[in-house]
């Protein structure tokens, strides 16, 4: 009977270490899927991080680019800060903007609007029929003639004023 006893109390140590062994051995590989997780999460962040970097040292080289850019354009000018203004607001397109906005807002006003010719022309033809060709000519001299008006809205707006080998404002 000792012998039989001696014999459970063995299958029952060798039962225990093996549920022992086996617990052992999923507590390592949930360890190992833990580690494994936690250094996919890292590398997910270091990613992050990395591509945050690349961005900001993007986005600095872009604004020293911008301010060579600039401070090459104001030297290029002689140091005329407003002949810069002047030249951003051209090249930015700002005229073609306040053009749209102003038509805009006059489309919707549905204005009246009247022609003027500056007291020239006194009823000719305005499309160069039986004129020998002069017509077009009176379109441009129109169109020169519309400019002094056009410099004025535009300095009253922006605050611009034309260069003057295009024109000059007119009272």
């Known amino acids: ?17 093996a549920i022992l062994f086996g617990k052992e051995k999923e ?7 833990a580690e494994a ?29 911008q301010g060579n850019y600039l401070r090459t354009l ?11 203004r002047d030249y951003m607001m051209i090249n930015g397109g700002m005229f ?13 006003l549905q204005p009246k609007i009247s022609i ?6 006194g009823g000719e033809a305005m499309d160069g029929a039986g004129s020998g060709g002069h017509g077009a000519m009176k379109e441009v ?14 300095h009253e707006q922006t605050g611009m004023l034309p260069p003057a080998w295009m024109g000059s404002i007119t009272d």
């Open 1 to 17: 009977m000792v012998q039989e006893a001696n014999w459970e109390l063995y299958k029952k140590q060798k039962a225990a270490e």
């Open 116 to 121: 003027w010719t500056n007291g020239s022309g």
């Open 96 to 108: 073609q903007e306040i053009a749209k906005i102003n038509a805009e807002a006059v489309r919707g």
């Open 141 to 154: 001299a129109g169109v020169y003639r519309m400019l002094p008006p056009l410099f004025k809205t535009v």
């Open 74 to 84: 104001l030297d290029s000018l002689g140091g005329n800060y407003a002949a810069l």
């Open 37 to 65: 997780a936690f250094f996919t999460r890292q590398q997910v962040a270091d990613g992050e991080l990395y591509a945050k970097k690349k961005e900001a040292e993007g986005i600095l080289a872009l604004a020293q680019a």
């Open 27 to 33: 507590a390592q590989a949930q360890k190992a899927i």
